[in-house]
């Protein structure tokens, strides 16, 4: 049974930074590829970014981009969340996703969700 758990939220002043993590468990989690997805209050989950199994491929949300960097540690079968220069905007659950059915695919799995709060 695959399992997902994050860690890492909480809450920032704005400017400031956050990782967040992602242990899976009861998968090959080197083959699969891995994503963040936010849902802030009153609106519906958006995508935030994706990496490939060996990480050679990655893409992020434009509204993220030079801001937040997705990574996995295979040997650790966790997915990370580095999130920089953070905004009130950036206030949100999190929640990280696999992707069985492929990178093209819609998320298969999802973690319990973790908050971050970002004070302006």
């Known amino acids: 049974q695959v399992q997902l758990v994050e860690s890492g939220g909480g809450l920032v002043q704005a400017g400031g930074s956050l990782r967040l993590s992602c242990a899976a468990s009861?998968?090959?989690?080197?083959?699969?590829?891995m994503g963040w997805f936010r849902q802030a209050p009153g609106k519906e989950r958006e995508f935030v970014a994706q990496i490939s199994g060996s990480s050679t491929s990655t893409r992020d949300a434009d509204s993220v981009k030079g801001r937040f960097t997705i990574s996995r540690d295979n040997a650790r079968n966790t997915v990370y969340l580095q999130m920089n220069s953070l905004k009130h905007e950036d206030t949100a659950v999190y929640y990280c996703a696999l992707y069985r059915a492929g990178w093209s695919r819609p998320p298969s799995d999802w973690g319990q969700g973790n908050q971050v709060t970002v004070s302006s």
């Open positions: 009861g998968l090959t989690f080197s083959l699969y590829p």
